[in-house]
């Protein structure tokens, strides 16, 4: 809680956060970091127990400093990570204050005033980065309310033994969907189970040869040229436990369900199939509830911005919620370049008043 106004206020610790920590500390700017978590590792904290990144550590690294190759040589797992992001932020004393969970942000003459469970903060300026993790979405379906069986999005999903022996529907065609029904497939009789044919990434690719591709796109983008990438962030990694799903011929889809029944779904073609679980990989939407109170938040439900920067607050900034707040910023590698935009613009901002 502070009386005299902050430089800045981050609000989230996660990846994004600390990334931006650390270029507002090379600014030497008065800061702090609220964080809801109650200890280091944001969104990761919540991932599955067999999360692995599907890039080498090198290519998962945040400003400054590299995420340690694994022992076994293989892409870093979860708890990797996360200890990862801890020892980033001790590593360079990012001020973060946890847990500290943000109701909302409002306007006073001098700038920001954000309210928490543990009091008022004062500060010129704001930089969001909640990131997407706690807005899990799932689609409308009929009959959804009806269901009695178990409905888990991936954002809660854990491990595969919570589902044995039962019938799951794995919903969803990204990363997320195929790796959870990878693992599903072997202890439950599952179904995966799709709007649009999945898109499969060559064995040889990985996060690696995605994110060149899409930074050879940003970059013709802005150079007003044409380039076609083989691939996007979207499609999805030859992990080895993708790979294994694929050779004992599991990793096959069905298009989308058209409605619920109170113990099961009916397929499009008028089947009915009882089933007992069905797990949501069809991801996630912009954190931002704390900023409703600005009148920022558009109905798409993401804040309308001039690279980071809010257009209709000049003090508030956003990083790391995807592309539309900075490319590939909701990434461990991409979100370098909005933190740093981010805290130059902060920066210059902060001179100039």
């Not at 290519?59 to 801890?86: C, F, H, K, M, N």
């Amino acid at each position: 809680m502070t009386s005299k106004p902050l430089d800045v206020l981050v609000i989230g610790g996660g990846q994004a956060g600390l990334a931006t920590g650390y270029f507002l500390r090379r600014h030497k700017l008065d800061y702090r970091v609220l964080d809801r978590e109650p200890a280091p590792g944001g969104a990761w904290r919540h991932g599955w127990d067999s999360l692995q990144l599907f890039s080498p550590a090198q290519w998962s690294s945040l400003p400054g400093w590299q995420l340690p190759q694994t022992a076994d040589g293989e892409w870093p797992r979860r708890d990797e990570v996360i200890d990862y992001l801890s020892a980033y932020q001790d590593r360079y004393q990012i001020p973060v204050e946890r847990p500290v969970t943000v109701e909302q942000v409002t306007r006073t003459d001098g700038g920001l005033a954000v309210h928490t469970d543990k009091g008022l903060y004062h500060a010129r300026t704001v930089i969001s980065a909640t990131g997407t993790w706690s807005q899990p979405f799932i689609p409308q379906v009929e009959g959804l309310a009806l269901f009695r069986g178990r409905q888990v999005h991936s954002a809660h999903y854990r491990r595969p033994e919570d589902f044995a022996g039962q019938r799951v529907l794995v919903v969803g065609g990204g990363n997320s969907g195929a790796q959870i029904l990878a693992e599903v497939s072997q202890v439950a009789d599952a179904t995966w189970v799709t709007r649009d044919p999945p898109k499969f990434l060559p064995d040889d690719m990985d996060g690696r040869s995605l994110f060149e591709m899409a930074t050879e796109k940003w970059k013709a983008e802005q150079e007003g040229r044409e380039y076609t990438p083989a691939g996007t962030l979207a499609d999805i990694v030859m992990v080895p436990a993708v790979r294994e799903a694929r050779e004992r011929g599991v990793l096959t889809t069905r298009p989308m369900f058209a409605r619920f029944t109170t113990g099961g779904v009916v397929w499009p073609d008028g089947e009915e199939e009882a089933v007992d679980a069905v797990i949501w990989c069809t991801g996630f939407r912009p954190a931002l509830g704390h900023l409703e109170s600005l009148g920022v938040v558009e109905e798409n439900g993401r804040v309308l911005t001039d690279g980071t920067r809010s257009v209709k607050e000049p003090r508030l900034w956003l990083v790391g919620y995807g592309d539309w707040s900075g490319f590939a910023s909701a990434t461990l590698l991409g979100v370098m370049r909005s933190a740093r935009a981010a805290a130059s613009e902060v920066n210059d901002y902060l001179k100039e008043s």
